[in-house]
């Protein structure tokens, strides 16, 4: 495979942005990472998902971190686990297993990680992916995602902001939400103090102007 090109982000990005774009880039603009007990399960989960190496099961082939890569949404990543199907052709269809510490979500970021892994691998090999799975830690269960025109529409839309974001080399400020409680760039990112902050120049600003 070709090595990643310097204007190439990490796919992880994706679901960093997805999550929140001042995460995305504390993390790929800042270079700066903490973890948490979340991410050091989800961390053990994926190199679990990655330990096996590469298995062949009659028309079944698994092949476990996978080295991926795309041109058209600029980015490259690692597949935890792409399931080879022999078609009745008798050529090898790609399926994409990505492997999530918790449970399924309202949003469907996961669901565009994945989908952008098949823009990857259909890229690499010239073959069409249709369809993957997410297997979730908590529930001990596989989703299957059908890689529908507006999951792909979603997933390169995101590339070009996740990408944007990446080349203006600048931190959104912070707003504190509920969700920030659970990130592992809290104590880095401190939301609430500089929300704090702010409402309270604010607040002097009105004051002196009554």
């Known amino acids: 495979m070709t090595p990643a090109s310097e204007d190439s982000f990490p796919l992880s990005a994706l679901q960093h942005f997805a999550f929140c774009p001042r995460q995305c880039a504390l993390i790929h603009v800042e270079r700066q990472w903490a973890e948490n007990s979340l991410t050091a399960q989800g961390r053990v989960l994926h190199d679990r998902a990655h330990e096996a190496g590469t298995e062949s099961r009659g028309d079944l082939r698994i092949a476990r971190a996978l080295p991926l890569q795309s041109a058209s949404l600029g ?36 669901a565009v990680q994945l989908c952008a892994q098949a823009v990857c691998l259909e890229e690499m090999l010239g073959v069409s992916v249709p369809a993957g799975a997410l297997f979730y830690g908590a529930t001990k269960r596989r989703l299957d995602v059908v890689f529908d025109a507006a999951l792909r529409a979603a997933t390169r839309e995101l590339a070009v902001a996740v990408a944007a974001l990446i080349a203006g080399q600048r931190t959104p400020p912070p707003v504190f939400e509920p969700k920030c409680r659970g990130c592992s760039l809290l104590e880095l990112c401190r939301p609430q103090a500089v929300t704090r902050s702010a409402s309270a120049h604010l607040a002097r600003l009105m004051a002196a102007s009554d």
């Open 75 to 110: 980015l490259h990543g690692v597949a935890d686990v792409v399931e080879f199907h022999r078609q009745p052709d008798g050529t090898w269809r790609p399926f994409p297993v990505e492997y999530k510490r918790g449970r399924p979500k309202s949003e469907p970021i996961d």
